[in-house]
């Protein structure tokens, strides 16, 4: 950066005909304001020697006024936009909050709308933490209306503690996985149709059709659930989509649909295998 500043004063294609010259402490500003982009610390400093007077140094204080509260580089939509917010989500998925609130820092120093971060926060509580611990999604929502109540920084605030949350809590992202494999079988296996026993009839001819018929309603069944009953289409196996893990509320989750799956085997109306 020193080397780049120095050619753009000296050379005669630059600034070199109006001998200027830039102080340590003024280059170390003019850094901080480019923050690692060699473009942008050409243009500052080209901004700056327009103001400046020929043959003299340029002013700290003429910097300084110039900058104001000029943004670390943070380009919405570029490559250091997409990385930070990408290591925001993983320091969360790691379980580290220091390194969330490091990035998330970052992020608000470079300008990022803090909406922006709210709703992506949102995104890793269903994401990343999922029913391992389902008041994440709650506390993500209620930060996100912090934000747009009552904006910064008493919002900001808010997401931070929505932030420390998700990195603390138990992870999984069964449910995720659980969704993406079964949109990816609902775009396969094409419009198969509803099984009568499990449609709606609303109507006496949808009766006479067998719509409704035979359907067992679980809050009239031991345990409040009906063994055995199959709820896939007809000629499509049972998958096992949702496979809970063995941490937070998940792991009672867990236990629960071992119980229901044990049911089902000791049934005389067992379902189809998944």
Same mark, same amino acid.
């Given at each position: 950066?020193?080397? #780049?500043?120095?050619?753009? #004063? ?11 010259? =830039? ?35 340029? @002013? ?15 380009? +919405? ?8 917010? *990408?290591?925001?989500? +993983? ?58 109540? =009552?904006? *910064? %920084? ?16 138990? +992870? ?36 006479? =059709? ?22 896939? @289409?007809?000629? #499509?196996? %049972? ?11 998940? #792991?009672?989750?867990?236990? +629960? ?16 295998? @998944?």
């Amino acid at each position: 950066m020193r080397r #780049l500043v120095d050619r753009a #004063l000296n050379e005669e294609r630059g600034l070199g005909k109006r001998q200027l010259s =830039l102080g340590d402490e003024a280059f170390a500003l003019l850094v901080a304001a480019a923050d690692g982009d060699g473009r942008r610390l050409l243009n500052l400093l080209e901004n700056a020697s327009d103001l400046a007077e020929d043959g003299e140094p340029i @002013p700290l204080e003429l910097l300084q006024s110039l900058l104001g509260d000029t943004r670390r580089r943070f380009d +919405k939509g570029g490559e250091a936009f997409y990385d930070q917010i *990408s290591a925001l989500h +993983k320091s969360v998925r790691g379980s580290s909050p220091d390194g969330a609130l490091y990035w998330f820092a970052r992020m608000l120093d470079g300008g990022c709308d803090p909406l922006y971060i709210a709703r992506r926060v949102v995104r890793m509580a269903s994401e990343d933490i999922g029913n391992a611990d389902p008041r994440a999604l709650g506390l993500c929502l209620s930060a996100w209306d912090v934000q747009e109540r =009552l904006g *910064s %920084p008493e919002g900001e605030l808010a997401v931070a503690q929505a932030i420390v949350y998700l990195a603390c809590a138990p +992870k999984s992202n069964a449910v995720y996985n659980a969704f993406n494999t079964a949109m990816r079988d609902a775009a396969a296996q094409g419009s198969r149709e509803v099984p009568l026993h499990l449609r709606n009839a609303p109507t006496r001819l949808m009766k006479q =059709l067998g719509y409704g018929e035979h359907y067992r309603y679980a809050h009239d069944e031991p345990d409040a659930y009906a063994a055995g009953e199959d709820y896939f @289409p007809e000629n #499509l196996d %049972p998958r096992q989509y949702y496979q809970p893990v063995p941490r937070g509320l998940e #792991l009672k989750i867990r236990e +629960k649909l071992g119980h229901l799956a044990a049911l089902d085997r000791a049934s005389p109306r067992q379902r189809r295998k @998944p």
